[in-house]
């Protein structure tokens, strides 16, 4: 398969073709042939997670006039999240078309959720700087079409980040809750991730996953499974 393929997929054609290949070019590919780390997908990603915020929030805004910030931001993060990405990801074929690494690709990379979704941030980030914003919302939205309609209808999967800090501040004290990396594990095109979730000072769950962000929501899963159940604030 060809980036040409890809374009058919995703129905934009690149004026640069460049910036299409470097949002389908895993960094494990530019390790195994010397080329140089900028030319990796990791920037475009981190444009493309930017303008995907910002384009399903407008989405949600638009829609639910009356649902509140908070509503609006839980909304959100279940659209914006690793697994609805990778959904996305499954539907465009996109893991077919990366420039991998033979060490990442036999560990099962082109399948594997985190590279996904990765990979289709660093694609809408692509589409922004090549077409311009109103392009990245036009893909955006026609992809997200199905998980946009889904979380209005309260239907998606569980988003424990959001479900743990809800229920630690409905206690009526000052929470404050982050999330700590613990470790890595692993060659880079296989790493696991290990993670814990403060509360107040005080570790309340842990969790592994092959991203970080995996990690963070297993961590919160243990946390309201069994963490929580500790007084700690």
């Known amino acids: 398969m060809n980036n040409s393929d890809f374009e058919k997929v995703i129905q934009y054609t690149f004026q640069d073709k460049e910036l299409l290949n470097k949002a389908l070019t895993h960094s494990s590919f530019c390790r195994e042939h010397a080329v140089e780390t900028k030319n990796n997908n990791e920037r475009l990603e981190f444009l493309g997670d930017a303008f995907l915020d910002a384009i399903i929030g407008v989405a949600l805004y638009n829609r639910l006039s009356q649902m509140d910030e908070g509503?609006?931001?839980?909304?959100?993060?279940?659209?914006?999240?690793?697994?609805?990405?990778?959904?996305?990801?499954?539907?465009?074929h996109i893991g077919d078309y990366l420039n991998m690494g033979k060490g990442e690709e036999l560990s099962g990379g082109r399948h594997r959720d985190s590279i996904?979704?990765?990979?289709?941030?660093?694609?809408?980030?692509?589409?922004?700087?090549?077409?311009?914003?109103?392009?990245?919302?036009?893909?955006?939205?026609?992809?997200?079409?199905?998980?946009?309609?889904?979380?209005?209808?309260?239907?998606?999967?569980?988003?424990?980040?959001?479900?743990?800090?809800?229920a630690l501040q409905k206690r009526g004290k000052k929470t404050v809750i982050s999330y700590h990396l613990d470790k890595e594990i692993g060659?880079?095109?296989?790493?696991?991730?290990?993670?814990?979730?403060?509360?107040?000072?005080?570790?309340?769950?842990?969790?592994?996953g092959k991203s970080k962000k995996e990690a963070e929501q297993n961590a919160a899963k243990a946390t309201i499974e069994g963490g929580m159940?500790?007084?700690v604030l």
Request: aromatic share 8%; proline share 1%.
């Open 229 to 231: 159940n500790q007084n």
């Open 116 to 166: 996904m979704a990765d990979a289709v941030e660093a694609v809408i980030g692509a589409i922004y700087m090549d077409g311009g914003y109103d392009e990245a919302v036009r893909f955006v939205l026609r992809e997200f079409a199905g998980t946009i309609e889904d979380a209005v209808e309260g239907k998606l999967f569980t988003d424990y980040k959001t479900q743990v800090q809800e």
């Open 187 to 208: 060659p880079d095109h296989d790493k696991t991730f290990y993670v814990h979730l403060v509360c107040n000072g005080k570790t309340l769950g842990s969790g592994c």
């Open 71 to 92: 509503k609006l931001t839980k909304t959100r993060a279940l659209i914006v999240c690793e697994k609805s990405l990778a959904q996305v990801a499954v539907r465009l």
